[in-house]
């Protein structure tokens, strides 16, 4: 196991100085000079000049990134060319939106997907099973910021249970904060649950067909209950490769849903980034993204080593 | 997973078995209607796309205007057909890009399975892998700005690793296989195989998996062009539709609903051909299934 372990963070260290190689060099080749962007076009050459090099962009290319990439380890993320604050502390304040954004939608994906996949494959081929995997078929279909936009329309233009977006702040209370959150976590979490209930009926409908369960039915248990006590834990693990996926969509999809609702979130962060030319919060937030996602994978990849020894072994 | 040992059944019983199979008949049929729409707007179209009509703004739907009419007044039935034409296309050669780089990449990688090679790329399919879709499209077009050619690339390069990955897994099973084994015997190398004996026997896996890339190519188009990344003005695209729509959704729920539904209908149609045909090229399932 130990050697697994050390095999799988050598291999995920190599992939967060890809990533970051990658992510340097292609906003390297961004057209434009922050500098004279962020003076503006009447800018005087040797202010801009003088700019350049106050931001270090003189230096040669191998010395910036090593500079940027040395900054991440210590949490020095930059200062932002246009809020003019270190990017660590937008980031700080954008997490707190993202981060539990995430999570409530990942809760309610999760909350759904289990027992609705559990149901269709406990009565396989009934109507209901047919009906489940019908509107679990239109839900991977629909795009999630459409979504958002009919429940703004059923819940906060027509109902006015829920305002159309904006986020009030965690200031205004738990309650208040979770309440901003709950439209966008729901349209995040639709196509994620109907995609983690199809996994979890389909895995579950594997793991029954298994000559164990056989056994266990052999030996009296009913079907429910060869399906509670032993299929259900094996099922589990291809589901939650995906729910640790799902983490890297959700984070992604975000970027679109945050849009909708105007929340401030690091996928708006990152969105505004581009549009005002900050490369250095995209940079730095999309290092973060995806150092999260490689970090779910390791995290997935090393749950299933426990779950299931012989990984560790036939490990590439 | 899908079985690469089975034998291929032959055309006419396979063909008995598309018409036999709902999901393929429905898929197809709805995917069809899409297409076919977005190749009449070439020729046809009942209303000029680019022709603005201020005063029939925002109309619903009428006998004139079937869909009703957008904030310039412009038909939308017709704005539906063209924009058919722009998700499309763009899904289309973004899965030809996933597939004329990855396939080559999977099947060398599984030519060459076990050596340097073989980490190399299966190491940097993880490593596009770790990029959210959406987020290599934003990288993508905060270097070489928002447009319809920088949409294809940015859902291209994520195709990528799903089908090297697709066509190594199926191809490494295959190469322990006798008659690839006998191929090597009579002195083919590792290319011929691959083309000759491969990719013939993985080429199913490949039409199922191009299918939902496709759908989701449309899905990604859509969203790229929401938030303003994707296809720009004039070019009509259910996307851009969708974000003129967001701030008149409540005096014109139509502008939102038709471009929508539109996009629901197309992924809907991909998936159900896709789900159909992986139960058609996959006998063990379908025996399975009944």
């Known amino acids: 196991m130990l050697a697994y372990s050390l095999n799988r963070l050598l291999s995920l260290s190599l992939s967060l100085v890809a990533a970051s190689i990658v992510i340097f060099l292609l906003l390297e080749v961004v057209p434009g000079d922050p500098a004279a962007f962020m003076l503006g076009l009447n800018a005087a050459p040797d202010t801009v000049a003088a700019l350049r090099e106050q931001m270090g962009l003189d230096a040669p290319l191998i010395q910036r990134y090593l500079g940027w990439a040395l900054g991440l380890l210590h949490g020095d993320f930059g200062i932002s060319y246009t809020y003019k604050v270190p990017v660590s502390e937008l980031i700080a304040d954008r997490v707190m939106v993202s981060l539990p954004l995430a999570i409530f939608a990942l809760g309610l994906s999760t909350l759904i997907a289990f027992p609705v996949g559990i149901i269709a494959a406990s009565r396989r081929n009934s109507a209901t099973d047919v009906s489940i995997m019908g509107v679990t078929q239109l839900g991977v279909a629909i795009p999630n910021f459409w979504f958002a936009m009919l429940l703004v329309l059923a819940f906060s233009i027509t109902l006015r249970w829920f305002s159309a977006g904006g986020f009030p702040g965690w200031d ?101 980034g581009i549009t005002q030319r900050d490369l250095i919060v995209v940079k730095s ?23 299931d020894p012989r990984l560790r072994r036939q490990s590439r | 997973m899908s079985d690469v040992n089975a034998i291929a059944p032959r055309p006419d019983s396979l063909l008995r078995a598309a018409l036999q199979s709902r999901s393929l008949t429905l898929g197809t049929a709805i995917t069809l209607v899409f297409v076919l729409a977005a190749l009449i707007s070439f020729v046809w179209t009942p209303y000029d796309v680019t022709q603005l009509d201020i005063a029939g703004k925002l109309k619903g739907l009428s006998a004139t205007h079937w869909l009703g009419t957008d904030h310039f007044g412009r038909d939308i039935f ?176 139509h502008m939102a609903l038709v471009p929508g539904l539109a996009i629901v209908l197309t992924v809907l149609g991909l998936n159900l051909m896709g789900d159909g045909l992986r139960d058609l090229f996959d006998p063990k399932l379908r025996r399975a299934r009944t």
Do not use: C
Not at chain 1, 287 to 299: E, G, Q, R
Not at chain 2, 196 to 213: A, D, F, K, S, W
């Open chain 1, 172 to 272: 205004a209370g738990l309650f208040e904060g979770l309440k901003a959150l709950t439209l966008p976590a729901i349209a995040l979490a639709l196509p994620q649950a109907s995609i983690l209930a199809r996994v979890m009926r389909s895995s579950l409908l594997d793991t029954l067909s298994e000559d164990y369960i056989r056994t266990a039915r052999a030996k009296g248990l009913t079907r429910q209950q060869a399906l509670w006590r032993h299929a259900l834990r094996n099922a589990l693990i291809p589901v939650l490769t995906i729910i640790g996926l799902q983490f890297s969509f959700l984070l992604a999809g975000a970027i679109i849903i945050e849009n909708v609702f105007f929340l401030p979130g690091l996928g708006r962060l990152v969105f505004q």
């Open chain 1, 285 to 307: 937030v999309v290092m973060l993204l995806v150092f999260a996602v490689i970090s779910v994978t390791f995290i997935v990849d090393m749950a299933y080593a426990l779950a």
């Open chain 2, 78 to 253: 017709s704005m539906i057909m063209v924009g058919a034409r722009t998700s499309i296309a763009v899904a289309v050669v973004a899965v030809g890009i996933g597939v004329a780089l990855g396939m080559p990449l999977g099947l060398w990688a599984a030519a060459k399975r076990g050596t340097l090679m073989d980490e190399v790329i299966m190491r940097g399919n993880d490593l596009v892998f770790a990029f959210p879709a959406l987020l290599i499209a934003i990288l993508i077009t905060a270097v070489f700005g928002p447009g319809a050619i920088n949409a294809i690339v940015a859902i291209g390069i994520f195709n990528i690793p799903v089908f090297a990955r697709l066509a190594r897994g199926a191809a490494l099973s295959l190469w322990t296989r006798d008659f690839v084994m006998a191929a090597r015997v009579s002195g083919k190398g590792a290319v011929r195989i691959s083309a000759e004996h491969i990719l013939p026997n993985i080429t199913n896996l490949l039409i199922v998996q191009g299918t939902i890339q496709f759908s989701l190519g449309i899905l990604a188009e859509a969203a790229l062009s929401y938030i303003g990344l994707g296809a720009q003005p004039p070019l009509p695209s259910w996307g851009r539709m969708l974000a003129d729509a967001q701030t008149m959704i409540s005096f014109a729920p």
